[in-house]
């Protein structure tokens, strides 16, 4: 199965940082965001992995490369003109999928999830599958509900308690693209779309979880004394 990291935003809430850095390159503990989802993804067994760019993304192929440092063969999809958002990066780079289901990650959040787990088709049938996380105080309403006796996410919460924020890891089949045309495209619409024909299964994670979205955040990830140890856990099984 393949992957795709999605690591083409701008990252405009971490200026003056990505004024000259791209996003996926900002370092915790040592190690790159998008770093960290490589070594995750060739630690779960993944072989291939589609890198989305635009803001300033010659910089991540001159970190990258092929990918061969990481045990991964790396193919980029280049958004010239302008970036496509999530979906539309999605199609853009569906072409270069070569299973029939594929991992998406966003290259902005830190998180340990096993992502071998995303790979067991036994486990995962529905055309889309989402991992959840419980709300962070800068997203307190969440995202969607979770019908958790079916695994089936269900629709945007209100003001519900019980709603579960989407951590930024999913797999989807790529015929949940296929029909989209080409062009700026955001995911919510697609993801609301599978809601209301219920193809859209989740799961809740409680392990460790970061949104790299501010420099508050940033701090925060680099001061975490969890995330440090998990940081160093990648370090030695790739040692």
């Not at 989305?52 to 280049?78: A, C, V």
């Not at 992502?115 to 962070?136: C, D, F, T, W, Y």
């Not at 993801?191 to 420099?215: C, K, P």
Request: proline share 4%; hydrophobic share 40%.
């Amino acid at each position: 199965m393949d992957a795709i990291i999605l690591a083409a935003g701008r990252g405009s809430r971490l200026q003056p940082l990505t004024d000259s850095l791209p996003k996926p390159l900002v370092e915790v503990n040592g190690l790159c965001l998008i770093e960290i989802h490589l070594h995750q993804l060739a630690i779960a067994g993944f072989k291939r992995v589609i890198i989305n760019l635009h803001h300033l993304g010659e910089l991540i192929k001159n970190r990258l490369g092929d990918g061969q440092n990481y045990g991964l063969q790396i193919i980029y999809s280049e958004e010239t003109d302008e970036a496509l958002e999530t979906a539309g990066g999605i199609v853009n780079a569906l072409g270069l999928i070569t299973s029939k289901n594929f991992v998406a990650i966003s290259a902005d959040v830190l998180c340990d999830y096993p992502l071998k787990q995303l790979r067991n088709s036994e486990q995962i049938s529905a055309p889309g599958h989402l991992v959840m996380v419980s709300n962070p105080s800068h997203h307190a309403r969440g995202d969607f509900l979770l019908d958790d006796s079916a695994h089936i996410v269900t629709r945007i919460p209100g003001d519900s308690q019980m709603a579960y924020t989407f951590s930024g890891l999913a797999r989807f089949s790529k015929a949940m693209f296929k029909p989209l045309p080409s062009g700026k495209r955001a995911l919510r619409p697609v993801l609301e779309a599978a809601i209301s024909q219920r193809q859209l299964s989740g799961e809740v994670y409680n392990g460790i979880w970061s949104d790299i979205g501010t420099l508050e955040r940033l701090s925060q990830a680099r001061a975490s004394e969890a995330i440090g140890e998990y940081i160093e856990s990648i370090r030695q099984s790739i040692s």
